[in-house]
């Protein structure tokens, strides 16, 4: 019987962001992405980044409570604190294991805050992440690989997953964007071509107590051998990608 709940809630999971995909992006979603105050920086990315879908698919909407994990120079921070608005917030959520890389870890994100009053920046280990409130959305991109590297740790990621569960409302998301790897090579290339393969994320992920609610394919690119390091000049910012969306299902505790 909880085999078929499951199997019924999931259904209306897929059936729901389906719905949502075909919506397209919301005036708000629009409304940020076009913004004229975005750094020239950061808009010359949207080609291959392709914000407003990817927002649109991740359903972040007014008054959202999210956090950008591991947010890099804050290219998605800015576009959710314009969504999300004077009644939602943002948390730039910086791991202590890569403060060590100095300023660059948080430049950006400082000069964000200073300017938007609906962002904090915010510095935990990965593995007690948390941000004082419950959440609507936990956004990682192309970082989920990093997780199982050195330099993280490396995580413990079941832990850092179910952190990820419990900061969440029932009902919340948390969307997983990353580089592919071969199909069945699980976590061999995350630290070498800084890729992780689709189904070993699902099952991490899954096992935390998620519903998988299906997948965008804005950032697929087939053309790509998934044997190049991402940074590789002949594949850098054409990478094929997977974007995840897994929900903490209703039933559970808040």
Request: glycine share 8%; proline share 6%; net charge neutral.
């Amino acid at each position: 019987m909880n085999k078929l709940v499951l199997g019924l809630a999931a259904a209306a999971l897929l059936s729901t962001v389906a719905m949502a995909e075909a919506a397209g992006p919301s005036d708000d979603i629009q409304k940020a992405v076009a913004d004229p105050l975005r750094p020239d920086a950061a808009r010359t990315l949207d080609a291959e980044r392709k914000p407003a879908e990817m927002l649109a698919f991740a359903g972040v909407k007014a008054g959202d409570k999210v956090a950008d994990l591991m947010p890099g120079a804050g290219y998605f921070t800015l576009l959710f604190s314009d969504v999300a608005g004077p009644k939602g917030h943002v948390y730039a959520v910086v791991p202590t294991e890569i403060l060590k890389f100095g300023p660059r870890a948080t430049d950006g994100i400082n000069a964000l805050t200073a300017q938007k009053k609906n962002v904090s920046l915010v510095t935990v280990p990965i593995n007690a992440f948390a941000v004082g409130e419950k959440l609507d959305l936990v956004w990682t991109s192309q970082n989920y690989h990093d997780f199982h590297d050195k330099f993280m740790g490396p995580a413990d990621v079941a832990k850092v997953n179910k952190a990820i569960f419990d900061a969440l409302k029932p009902g919340g998301v948390y969307l997983v964007l990353d580089h592919a790897a071969e199909a069945g090579s699980g976590l061999r290339d995350t630290d070498t071509l800084h890729r992780i393969d689709p189904a070993a994320v699902k099952a991490e992920v899954t096992a935390a107590g998620f519903v998988f609610a299906g997948e965008s394919k804005v950032l697929v690119n087939p053309a790509d051998a998934h044997d190049k390091n991402v940074f590789d000049g002949a594949i850098r910012h054409h990478t094929d990608q997977f974007i995840y969306k897994f929900v903490k299902p209703k039933s559970a505790k808040p």
